[in-house]
């Protein structure tokens, strides 16, 4: 097995940002190289001799991971390889913030992957002719979208790009003038090499690109689509549920939601309908802040309390920090509500705001600050990265049923939590929650039932008190990334079950604190692992409770 994973590793470093020492490799023949590699590992696994503990959840995430990586390179995603507000032109920015220079070599080695800058643009570049070619390609309003945040980007002044986030201070190990030389040289890149490949990007994507884009939404609309989609569905979720097995499961959630949504809302003294309720509420300037500093306090307010309730859920936390912070400029039109940190490099996580957050209502905000710091994301993807007896593989964030599933999952917490003190705010987490049923509907109704753009954005008009603008911006998120947003709701059903389950059968021997350590305690994991892994916990446990005598 460990040479199996030494192996597997080795293929994925290529592929990481982060490790590369110049970019990924993004051609065609890398791609065919990676797949030919991952293809002579699939038999060995298959003829490990017996294993168990966490060397038996290895081998199962390995034969999940291989597989599903292999049969996404039938369908050549790189043809296409940005979304809405994130893409291959906007990993440099994440990296640039993770890069800590403590060294001439450090800063020498940063001013080479800038320089190697080009040329990754340029593979980008060719891998979306051949989507051209080929007719897989966005739709025209996601390419509307990036065109005008890579305009912004573009924009930036050269002293603030974020490229150069990594010299904005010095360190003691780099003397001052040899410190001015490599900046120097860093600055001299990016006016002669990058910023003409950034702008060469934006023209191919307006002259060349925009005219080829696809007219329909849906993933359904690309050749083969429909088998597409039914891939995407399986990948991001984990399962093997079908389009229609989750629009199925959107409904029902809905229907429950919309229910304690009502109650919420009797509870706050209005006595009209749902649908005047969020109108009203909506149009009410109480529940917004007044600028983007008092936001951001409240949401660092929110977070602290999250903090202090910890010890109470969880038996083992994570080292690592987190703060809330608004987000950089250049990575405004990303999705991306937090941004994890790197302990080994001192890099702390992040919950980023948006810039034009005042538009969202506060009453929403412990949900969210929930979802995205801790409980949520920060505490389970830094728990991951501690977990240092575990392969490297596996202290990654990349299986999105489980992050995001238990960043939902923790948004329930909140009630246990004590986060949520008045109606409103009981009703911002159901008109959050219900935001992620939506998603299983709009989703599958995009992609593979041919929905409009507005019939999706009325879910969420008639359901949640999500201002117009988000509701916009969201829609055309699921249009972008078919199946990504079927995570959500399809991991934390699971999760909310597991824990039901657990409770049921141990009764008064469940230990909270313990299940939640058990579940997080192996990294993020395909549902069906996980699954083994929690009942494996539950019948491991003692079946009568010791009697002090």
């Not at 389970?380 to 990265?385: D, H, M, V």
Request: proline share 7%; hydrophobic share 40%; with cysteine.
């Amino acid at each position: 097995l460990d040479a199996v994973v030494a192996r597997y590793q080795t293929i994925l470093d290529a592929t990481d940002p982060d490790r590369t020492p110049a970019w990924p490799d993004l051609s065609p023949e890398a791609a065919h190289a990676r797949d030919t590699a991952l293809a002579a590992l699939q038999p060995r696994l298959s003829t490990l001799s017996p294993l168990s503990g966490q060397e038996a959840i290895t081998r199962d995430v390995l034969q999940w991971r291989i597989a599903t990586e292999r049969e996404g390179v039938t369908f050549d995603e790189e043809r296409a390889p940005f979304l809405n507000g994130d893409g291959f032109f906007t990993v440099p920015t994440y990296v640039a913030g993770r890069t800590v220079l403590a060294t001439p070599e450090d800063a020498r080695r940063w001013n080479a992957r800038l320089a190697a800058l080009p040329r990754y643009f340029a593979q980008a570049t060719g891998n979306m002719q051949r989507g051209i070619a080929t007719g897989f390609t966005q739709p025209a309003i996601v390419v509307d979208s990036v065109t005008a945040m890579l305009r912004r980007t573009n924009a930036i002044p050269l002293a603030a790009d974020p490229l150069l986030k990594p010299y904005a201070t010095r360190p003691p190990g780099i003397p001052q003038g040899e410190w001015n030389t490599l900046k120097a040289e860093a600055t001299a890149t990016l006016t002669t090499q990058i910023r003409p490949a950034q702008v060469a990007l934006l023209t191919f994507l307006e002259r060349d690109y925009y005219p080829h884009a696809r007219p329909g939404l849906g993933a359904g609309t690309l050749p083969g689509g429909q088998a597409y989609y039914a891939y995407t569905v399986r990948r991001h979720t984990t399962t093997g549920m079908t389009p229609d097995q989750v629009f199925a499961l959107g409904e029902a959630e809905v229907r429950r939601i919309r229910a304690e949504m009502e109650q919420a809302k009797l509870a706050t003294g209005y006595t009209g309908d749902l649908k005047s309720f969020l109108a009203a509420v909506r149009a009410d300037k109480r529940y917004y802040a007044s600028d983007l500093q008092t936001y951001v306090e409240k949401a660092s307010e929110i977070a602290k309390r999250a903090d202090y309730q910890l010890p109470r859920f969880f038996g083992t936390l994570p080292r690592l920090t987190y703060g809330v912070i608004v987000k950089p400029p250049e990575i405004e039109g990303s999705s991306n509500g937090y941004i994890e940190g790197d302990p080994e490099k001192g890099v702390a996580g992040q919950v980023s705001v948006n810039r034009n957050a005042t538009r969202d209502p506060l009453f929403a905000l412990p949900a969210w600050v929930l979802h995205e710091g801790v409980p949520g994301h920060h505490l389970q993807i830094a728990r991951a990265q501690e977990l240092a007896d575990l392969p490297r593989f596996r202290r990654g964030s990349d299986i999105t049923a489980f992050v995001e599933g238990w960043g939902l999952y923790t948004e329930t917490l909140g009630f246990e939590m004590g986060i949520y003190r008045t109606p409103m705010e009981r009703f911002g987490k159901y008109s959050f929650e219900i935001w992620r049923a939506c998603r299983l509907m709009m989703d599958v109704g995009l992609h593979a039932r041919g929905w409009s753009f507005d019939r999706a954005a009325n879910c969420l008009r008639e359901n949640t008190a999500l201002p117009e603008e988000f509701v916009r911006y969201e829609t055309l998120r699921y249009v972008g990334w078919p199946g990504q947003a079927l995570a959500y709701k399809v991991g934390e059903q699971d999760m909310l079950r597991l824990r039901r389950k657990a409770e049921r059968e141990l009764g008064p021997r469940f230990d909270l604190r313990a299940f939640h350590d058990v579940l997080l305690g192996a990294g993020a994991l395909p549902l069906s692992v996980l699954d083994r892994r929690i009942d494996g916990w539950i019948a491991s446990q003692p079946r009568s409770a010791s009697i002090a005598r």
